[in-house]
């Protein structure tokens, strides 16, 4: 089994890496073509700006080459987002494997913390990806921007206002949260997705 961790303009790779050793997996950090599309699994995660780190993959035509792997794919928190077709944040044109927008969070008169920073729960959860998660399981989340729902969310969360947590469109999978910093529930999301 090889998985590859995508290496971007993005930061938050390690924390991956360590999670997936804690599941008995090694991964390898690339941004090679070569190495992504030799890969079983291959996982795209992300903290950061979008605008900046769609110029990177555009750069290095990580943009296409994501857009045709064939492999299971899991995008993390701006790597979900990347994966939409539009960010608000800095007016960005992201991939639109997921036909969903992201959106600024607005605090409004909810008196919203933006961010959101830390555990929420998941619910209405459907696909492989979830096997095994009860409904309400906490995981946690550091963001100031949501994907919309529509047909292709698999997981909701609720802070102002419903949003997609998870998205899937055929091998790709995104998480708004992050699973490596989500305890035993964010383990069994990656051991679910290594075994799709």
């Known amino acids: 089994m090889k998985v590859v961790v995508i290496k971007y303009n993005a930061g938050n790779v390690k924390s991956v890496e360590i999670a997936l050793e804690r599941l008995g997996i090694t991964s390898v950090l690339s941004d090679d073509p070569s190495e992504i599309l030799s890969a079983d699994k291959i996982i795209f995660p992300g903290v950061g700006e979008a605008s900046s780190a769609m110029s990177y993959l555009k750069e290095r035509k990580l943009?296409?080459?994501?857009?045709?792997?064939?492999?299971?794919?899991?995008?993390?928190?701006?790597?979900?987002?990347?994966?939409?077709?539009?960010?608000e944040e800095n007016n960005t044109?992201?991939?639109?494997?997921?036909?969903?927008?992201?959106?600024?969070f607005d605090s409004g008169d909810t008196k919203l913390k933006i961010p959101q920073i830390g555990w929420n729960t998941i619910y209405h959860m459907k696909s492989a990806l979830f096997k095994e998660i009860p409904e309400n399981s906490f995981c946690y989340f550091v963001h100031g921007y949501y994907a919309s729902k529509g047909d292709q969310t698999i997981a909701t969360t609720e802070y102002g206002l419903e949003y997609s947590s998870a998205l899937q469109s055929r091998n790709y999978y995104g998480v708004q949260f992050h699973p490596e910093k989500s305890a035993a529930v964010g383990n069994k999301i990656i051991q679910n997705f290594i075994d799709i």
């Open 63 to 87: 943009d296409q080459l994501i857009l045709g792997v064939q492999q299971p794919f899991l995008g993390i928190c701006l790597g979900m987002q990347l994966m939409c077709t539009h960010s």
């Open 93 to 104: 044109i992201c991939m639109g494997i997921f036909s969903e927008s992201v959106k600024k």
